[in-house]
């Protein structure tokens, strides 16, 4: 009698639980071929739209684990077991979560939008933040930077992309703006034309925009120049040094003085 009675409670358990049990397994196999296929469709898109490959590979990766976790859910609720609670304790979880990690949320937010949007890309000379650098690496949380003296610049995104940025790559060419002061002796037209030769003989000076030598200012103690020469944006420091350093040798050359700050001191004699 006892035995038959054990066979009879786990034959009621049988019919009771083996549909829940067949139905939550025949929801998982098609949830799961679902989901795969959904992916594919997703990757496909992200392909299209030339996201980029760090930010693609999270995003599958999020979605891929959030579609799964629908899933377990649904499972569950499928097998008689309740999920509100379940559910509740993800979400509070989850909100603990973004509550402590409210920053890296923000950077992570800021990369998303900077590899969306792309304002730049790697191996663009930017200025953001204060710094100035080619961009090395774009990752989901901070964007590293080579500085102008070999210096590693990291930068968080969330800074990054709520502030101005400046891309000197994007138009291929750059203006170096220059100043130069000589002597109120002497000749406007020689001092022009000799500023203009040492642009001219520069290889490294687009000729198209054209360079331009003007009278900045009459300062105090000399005639100011502005020598605006362009150039392609990986030359702008090698125009920037050897237009200054070439500019001396030929006003030398001509005879053209450079002055010099000087202070006159005046003696009261009792």
Known sequence: ??????????????????????????????????????????KKAMTKANYDDSLKKFLLNLLNWIFKIVLILVVLGTMGVETTSF??????????IGMALQGSLGNFAGGVLIMTFKPFKIGDLIEAQGQIGVVKE???????????????????????????????TTEGTRRVDLVFGVSYD?????????????????????QEPAPAVTVLEL?????????????????????????????????????????????VEIQKQG
């Open 1 to 42: 009698m006892e035995t038959q009675k054990w066979i009879d409670k786990g034959y009621d358990l049988i019919v009771e639980f083996a549909p829940k049990v067949l139905a939550a397994i025949l929801i998982w196999i098609i949830g799961t071929w679902i989901i795969k296929m959904l992916m594919k469709g997703i």
């Open 87 to 96: 559910a509740a304790i993800l979400a509070a979880a989850g909100l603990a």
């Open 138 to 168: 774009i990752e989901i949380f901070t964007t590293k930077l080579t500085g102008l003296s070999n210096r590693e610049i990291i930068i968080p995104n969330g800074a990054l992309s709520n502030g101005n940025i400046i891309n000197f």
């Open 186 to 206: 002497a000749d406007i037209k020689q001092t022009k034309e000799v500023l203009m030769n040492v642009l001219t003989s520069n290889p490294k000076v687009l």
């Open 219 to 263: 300062a105090d103690s000399s005639v100011n120049f502005a020598v605006r020469p362009w150039c392609k944006a990986e030359h702008y420091w090698d125009v920037y040094f050897e237009v200054t350093e070439n500019t001396k040798e030929a006003l030398d050359a001509a005879g053209i003085e450079i002055p010099y700050p000087h202070s």
